[in-house]
């Protein structure tokens, strides 16, 4: 049976690193904290989180803030790389074993593939990856799951779209991998140039069926969930390419007149043109909803790994 102790201390890289009877252990717990939320706790007090980021940020890097200091901690860190040793040539092995004797635990986003996990071989205190390149996004899956939880009152049995830039988005990585171990239906939705990367894909089909789709009109009365990303302009390695895809795909009241009456539509955010601002208003947007349920989410995490929780 998984209990708090399997958490504590532990690094969170991969959503690839937990079972699905550890997934839903934090979305359990997350539940629980929920109401320290607006109340606030003192129970990281005296614990200090660091913020490492070399990519820009807003939520994220808020978030885990807020999370931490609602639960009594404290936050020291970076969020402009240019102001830190970093401008003068330190590498991040080294940042990471200066940082370590300050910090109980280290929130790093960097735009490598495989940062996070080379930030925890050298870190003594917990790494948890708040985005690594194109890569993955754990955390981002972990509220998403507990959005769509909290929205649909279960994850089985629902027919969800992941829409956009599946080739460079990490949201939609890490969250696919979630999905898989789950009893969903999964349609992967974008242009041919950015359909979901081979090996997540491989990964995917070996525990679920996977449905790919060049466009959302023809499945979407179909669908519980719309998760939609924006188009990853800045990991693609020519514009040119990026080019072909701008403005392919965008989400209005117009495709929506098709859609379930129930259907909730996510987002990581931020957000460019791919859903029309008219949709905000309608029942069928959740996506301001996930903000909040990342800082739950995270102060879950922060109370899980810093061995907060009892059982
Ligand atoms: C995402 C990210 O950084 O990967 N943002 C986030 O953390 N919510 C999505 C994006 O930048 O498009």
Sequence with gaps: MVGAADFVGRDIISIKDFTREEID????????????????????????????????????????????????????????????SVKKGESLADT??????????????????????????????????????????????????????KEKGRINGLSIALMGDLRYGRTVHSLAYALSLYDVRLFLVSPDLLRMRREVLEDIKSRIEIFEHTSIEEILPEIDVLYVTRIQKERFPDLAEYAKVRGSYRIDLNILSKAKSDLIILHPLPRVDEIAVEVDSTPFARYFHQVENGLITRMALLALILGAIKE
């Design 25 to 84: 252990y934090i979305l359990k717990i997350a539940r629980e904290i929920e109401p320290l939320a607006r109340s606030g706790s003192d129970i990281l007090k005296g614990r200090i989180m660091a913020t490492l980021f070399f990519e820009p940020s807003t939520r994220t890097r808020l978030s885990f803030e807020t999370a931490m200091y609602k639960l009594g901690g404290s936050v020291i860190g970076f969020s402009e790389p240019e102001t830190s």
């Design 96 to 149: 990471v074993r200066v940082v370590e004797k300050y910090a109980d635990v280290i929130v790093l986003r960097h735009p490598s593939e495989g940062a996070a996990r080379f930030a925890a071989e050298y870190a003594s205190v917990p790494v948890i990856n708040a985005g690594s390149g194109a890569e993955e996004h754990p955390t981002q899956a972990l509220l998403d799951l507990y959005t769509i939880l």
